[in-house]
Nanobody
């Protein structure tokens, strides 16, 4: 599974970012069989799950982002998104996408830095 996350950057607290994660080399029927998720890892901390979404669009969020982040997917484009609003300094992390549960191979994440 090769997943390419993008869209990170530097943003002020209270701002918004939209992350994207594409799986261009995955066969569409295979991609559609997977539940997809966003994960993040802050410096010195373990990687944690942020949000997940099934093929049919059922979502789940960690308590720390519930009400602020929205996960979505476009199955025709084999892409999953993470809309992040009302960002806080504690959201600063490298964000990754992967299947849920995650495969052993992690793609390159995208860094989100929230300045207070």
């Amino acid at each position: 599974v090769q997943l390419q996350a993008s869209g990170g950057g530097l943003v002020q607290a209270g701002g918004s970012l939209r992350l994207s994660c594409a799986a261009p080399r995955m066969i569409t029927s295979v991609y559609n069989s997977y539940e997809m998720a966003w994960y993040r890892q802050a410096p010195g901390k373990e990687r944690e799950s942020v949000a997940s979404i099934t093929f049919r669009g059922a979502t789940n969020y960690s308590d720390s982002v519930k009400g602020r982040f929205t996960i979505s997917r476009d199955n025709s484009k084999k892409t999953v998104y993470l809309q992040m609003n009302s960002l806080k300094s504690e959201d600063t992390s490298v964000y990754y996408c992967n299947t849920n549960p995650p495969s052993k191979k992690w793609g390159q994440g995208t860094l989100v830095t929230v300045s207070s």
